[in-house]
Nanobody
């Protein structure tokens, strides 16, 4: 069982930066692939980035590649998403998720990111 709580969202101007955090609990956190997703109003939830539990291999959606960086600190059971050069189209609720058994099994409650133009 993994419980996830996101924080760090807010309102920022276009071109600005935010860092999201996701605090995890549960003894499996350090051995779980973690990811970030987002959902904009009226749109489906979409993948943003993921990071493997060992080796830190990362993968990004094309829309955020070069601007966002996913990282994790297993000692602190925390996942991060550094977001730079933010655009209005990045406005969404951002969710962290943990992968288990081949699917994204655990989700946080989400944190709102709003980018003004």
């Amino acid at each position: 069982q993994v419980e996830l709580v996101e924080s760090g969202g807010g309102l920022v101007q276009a071109g600005g930066s935010l860092r999201l955090s996701c605090a995890g609990s549960g003894r499996t956190f350090g051995t779980t692939t973690m990811g970030w997703f987002r959902q904009a109003p009226g749109k489906e939830r979409e993948f943003v980035a993921r990071i493997s539990w060992i080796g830190g291999t990362t993968y990004y959606a094309d829309s955020v590649k070069g601007r966002f960086t996913i990282s994790r600190d297993n000692a602190k059971n925390t996942l991060y998403l550094q977001m730079n050069s933010l655009k209005p189209e990045d406005t969404a609720v951002y969710y962290c998720a943990a992968r288990q058994g081949g699917s994204w099994s655990y989700w946080g409650q989400g944190t709102q990111v709003t980018v003004s133009s």
